[in-house]
Nanobody, 125 residues
Framework: VQLQASGGGLVQAGGSLRLSCAAS????????VGWFRQAPGKDREIVAG????????YYTDSVEGRFTISGNTAKNMVYLQMNSLKPEDTAIYYC???????????????????WGKGTLVTVSS
């Protein structure tokens, strides 16, 4: 699976952006797909995740209620709608995926098999 993230940019605090993750090479069903981010000097962290089959979602506390992850398996796409952006959301955002056929899991970067190149999100105050 090849992943391509897009949609980053410069936005003022309080604004919105929608990130897109396009998958190619294999159908995007039965995967867990996560959006991770890495700010300068910080570790990469999970932002939001979704199971493409059951549409179960996960959000880290700092984005709960502001970000929404969604998927369209017919188009092999996963989106991250980001509203009420804050300067602390500034980071490079990556989409990542791992095959998922059921069972327990956790959203850690080490547990993802496929990564796209990042897209930069900059939120100005």
């Amino acid at each position: 699976v090849q992943l391509q993230a897009s949609g980053g940019g410069l936005v003022q605090a309080g604004g919105s952006l929608r990130l897109s993750c396009a998958a190619s090479g294999r159908t995007f069903s039965n995967y867990r797909v996560g959006w991770f981010r890495q700010a300068p000097g910080k570790d990469r962290e999970i932002v939001a995740g979704i199971t493409t089959s059951g549409r179960r979602t996960y959000y880290t506390d700092s984005v709960e209620g502001r970000f929404t992850i969604s998927g369209n398996t017919a188009k092999n796409m996963v989106y991250l709608q980001m509203n009420s952006l804050k300067p602390e959301d500034t980071a490079i955002y990556y989409c990542a995926a791992v095959r998922y056929l059921g069972g327990s899991y956790s959203w850690t970067s080490g547990g993802m098999d496929y990564w796209g190149k990042g897209t930069l999100v900059t939120v100005s105050s």
